[in-house]
């Protein structure tokens, strides 16, 4: 069955670092990956998604993700934070049966 | 605006008494879903719809109940809620239609309390 890994729970980085957040799948087929954010309060949005081509995404708000066949991962990524960035972000892989399978989220907090 | 629609968002309830989220959107998409949010699980899929008439399991449906009448609606029933159904539930919908794509549009979510 599909699923997807978030080995973080909490990051905590500092305003204006960079920042990495790490997503495993596991899919036989080619996947259709996604990142989405959830800020406090509020529904879902898309970062950005992979389906074929570029490996190399880019998305909303200055992020980018990378899809690396061999490791599995599309770990997504911003050069410099900003505080409202702070939210929780879910990866996704599109599954048989028409769904979305999730990954159990990574909370980002930024310090100022 | 495309959007999909939830109601209500905020609904605190006690367990047995039967209740209804409604989801609607306005795109026209064929396929519509209903996930659950929990910490530190993620968003798990309730149930889904293909179309009107069509409506089958996600990997957590029991205790719900939802029915597709129209393209634009898809409400969520839970006829006996219970305090373990408290949660974030969210309703997406898709083009099932549009080619290579999973991408699924969320509404803004419905935080539910089973007292």
């Known amino acids: 069955a599909q699923s997807v890994t978030q080995p973080d729970i909490h990051i905590t980085v500092s305003e204006g670092a960079s920042l990495e957040l790490r997503c495993n799948y596991s899919?036989?087929?080619?996947?259709?990956l996604f990142w989405y954010v959830q800020s406090p309060g509020q529904g879902l949005q898309l970062l950005l998604k992979?389906?074929?081509?570029?490996?190399l995404v880019q998305g909303i708000k200055g992020f980018e993700a990378e899809f690396k066949r061999s490791q599995s991962s599309f770990n997504l990524r911003k050069p410099s934070v900003h505080w409202s960035d702070a939210a929780e972000y879910f990866c996704?892989?599109?599954?048989?049966?028409?769904?979305?399978?999730f990954g159990a989220g990574t909370i980002l907090r930024v310090k100022s | 605006e495309a959007q999909v629609t939830q109601n209500p968002r905020y609904l605190i309830t006690v367990t047995g008494k039967k209740l209804t989220v409604t989801c609607s959107q306005n795109?026209?998409?064929?396929?519509m879903s209903w996930y659950r949010q929990d910490p530190g699980l993620g968003l798990r899929q309730i149930y889904y719809?293909?179309?009107?008439?069509?409506?089958d399991k996600g990997d957590v449906p029991e205790g719900y109940k939802v029915s597709r009448k129209e393209k634009r609606n898809f409400p969520l029933i839970l006829e006996s809620p219970s305090p373990n159904q408290t949660s974030l539930y969210f309703c997406?919908?898709?083009?099932?239609?549009?080619?290579?794509?999973?991408?699924?549009?969320f509404g803004p979510g419905t935080r539910l309390t089973v007292t």
């Open positions: 997406a919908s898709r083009d099932r239609l549009a080619a290579d794509s999973y991408e699924q549009y």
């Open positions: 992979y389906f074929s081509g570029d490996t």
């Open positions: 899919y036989g087929a080619t996947p259709y």
């Open positions: 719809s293909m179309n009107v008439e069509v409506t």
């Open positions: 996704a892989v599109g599954a048989q049966g028409n769904k979305l399978v």
């Open positions: 795109m026209n998409h064929e396929y």
